[in-house]
């Protein structure tokens, strides 16, 4: 009995330890296809942004103001595109971050619809976006914004599933 008890507490310790660092998350939009499909099983690095910077291409989970139907809060998956103090572009189709065109392989129709004329993206927070434009919430619209860094979750850095279909993100 003394050694269950022993075995229990461990289990519970690592599994404490665990939970601080990473945060399983389901996909449950269509917003990053084609890199994430619905119901995708994703884990969240919660610490990547305490140790280290946001870097253009990151995959991130963040807070948002916006609410569900049922009331809950609706958190978004999107990739990091604009980095803080630098200045995005988006005209006719095409993405720039400092007046550079931004070649992005990893979209799903190679087009950006809407029109930003040189934001500049304040300290602290990121300009991000998903990979499917045509149907993505993001900083392109007024009710998201840029996202301040405090307010994301976890940084992606594997798909677990679906099995046929593992992923480890950068």
């Known amino acids: 009995m003394k ?12 599994a404490f330890i665990i939970m ?3 945060k399983p998350t389901i996909v449950k939009e269509s917003s990053m296809q084609p890199t994430l499909y619905e119901n995708n099983y994703i884990l969240l690095n919660k610490q990547a942004y305490n140790f280290g910077e946001p870097k253009r291409g990151d995959i991130v989970v963040f807070h948002t103001g916006l609410k569900l139907e049922n009331g809950k809060e609706k958190m978004l998956i999107k990739r990091v595109i604009g980095l803080p ?9 095409n993405v ?3 007046d550079k065109l931004l070649t992005e ?4 129709d190679g087009y950006t619809d809407g029109h930003i004329d040189k934001l500049t993206i304040p300290e602290g927070e990121l300009f991000v976006m998903g990979d499917n434009r045509l149907v993505s919430i993001d ?4 009710e998201v914004g840029c996202v301040k860094i405090d307010d994301v979750l976890g940084k992606a850095f594997v798909r677990l599933y679906p099995f046929n279909n593992i992923r480890v993100f950068k």
């Open 85 to 93: 103090g630098e200045t995005i572009s988006i005209d006719g189709g």
């Open 20 to 22: 601080q660092f990473i």
């Open 139 to 142: 900083s392109r619209l007024d």
């Open 96 to 98: 720039y971050i400092n």
């Open 105 to 108: 392989e990893y979209t799903k």
């Open 3 to 14: 050694g269950l008890i022993k075995e229990i507490l461990i289990a519970v310790v690592i």
